[in-house]
């Protein structure tokens, strides 16, 4: 597998669409400037349709994030939510934060 290969799910795209359209990012981007990201990055991530059902995090609503990484045979979860960090690893997959990333 690609290492630097992003992946994406209807529902991780879903949420990722409704986080950048919250008023609190508008100090760092405007709303045009972080809807561009968005598109970018759904054209250039790889689309992954069928996810497996997850109920492995103590916030069920972090569950897609690993559901996708499992269909998408994931090597690493990037994530700054320690929900998710907490299980690392998980099935395999390593949870880094992206300073942990970057220090590699």
């Known amino acids: 597998m690609d290492a630097s290969r992003i ?10 669409e409704s ?19 968005f598109h970018l990055l759904r054209r250039a991530a790889t689309y992954i349709e ?4 997850v109920a492995a995090c103590r916030d069920p609503k972090d569950d897609k994030f690993l559901a996708l990484a499992l269909a998408g045979r994931a090597g690493i ?3 700054g939510d320690a929900d998710l960090i907490t299980l690392n690893p998980f099935r395999g997959i390593e949870i ?3 300073r942990q990333y970057l220090d590699r």
């Open 96 to 98: 880094l934060t992206p």
């Open 19 to 37: 986080v950048l359209s919250r008023q609190k990012f508008e100090v760092y981007l405007s709303l045009a400037d972080r809807l561009q990201f």
């Open 77 to 79: 979860i990037m994530t």
């Open 7 to 16: 992946i994406v799910s209807a529902a991780t795209l879903q949420e990722l």
């Open 50 to 53: 069928k996810v497996p059902e």
